[in-house]
């Protein structure tokens, strides 16, 4: 299958071909006319600790959290997009959100707000509605240990390696079997 990577086949195949192809296109054009373009990797899920005292309600809980903390990149001038699925874990994660987030990095720099030391907005904010927020780091060494990849038009290798990262939100293990699964920002 055309939509299929080392992560989708390690875990159960691809559950959505057609959004892997809308998710491929997306990186290219975020590469395009983004100027400095990163790529983020988060997970959102229950504060262990917190989520029953603090109300937390699951993909309720994680869609809200999303939906502010673009609001807060936005209202800091920086121009970003995501692309997002839900999955459920037997495991400790439970009911969790995988979020590719795609953030111009020329005008201002993201970490102002996707900072996760215990003083940093994100993880506080978070923290207050019982989540927990997770930064996924690329593994390839071509991303020099940065916490995010950057996506230069001139480094298709580092667009390539995206495009299979990304696949992550479409593998078929730990899908829900109702409900909403996909969920990405209208606007680049």
Not at 43 to 65: D, S
Not at 178 to 183: D, H, K, R, V
């Amino acid at each position: 299958m055309k939509y299929e990577t080392v992560i989708t086949r390690r875990n159960g195949g691809n559950h959505n071909p057609p959004a892997t192809k809308k998710a491929w296109k997306w990186l290219d054009v975020c590469s395009k006319e983004y100027r400095s373009p990163r790529l983020y990797h988060l997970v959102f899920c229950a504060y262990k600790e917190l989520a029953a005292y603090m109300g937390y309600q699951g993909y309720r809980t994680n869609k809200a959290l999303l939906k502010d903390l673009m609001q807060r990149l936005r209202r800091k001038g920086i121009r970003c997009s995501y692309r997002a699925c839900r999955e459920i874990d037997e495991g400790p994660k439970g009911d969790h959100l995988h979020v590719f987030l795609c953030c111009e990095a020329a005008v201002a720099n993201p970490a102002q707000v996707l900072n996760l030391t215990t003083d940093g907005w994100l993880y506080r904010y978070a923290k207050d509605v019982g989540a927990y927020v997770h930064l996924n780091e690329p593994k390839d060494p071509m991303h020099s240990g940065q916490r995010y990849m950057s996506l230069p038009p001139s480094k298709p290798e580092k667009i390539l390696d995206a495009k299979v990262w990304i696949t992550y939100l479409f593998k078929r293990r730990t899908k829900p079997d109702y409900g909403e699964i996909y969920t990405s920002s209208r606007t680049l």
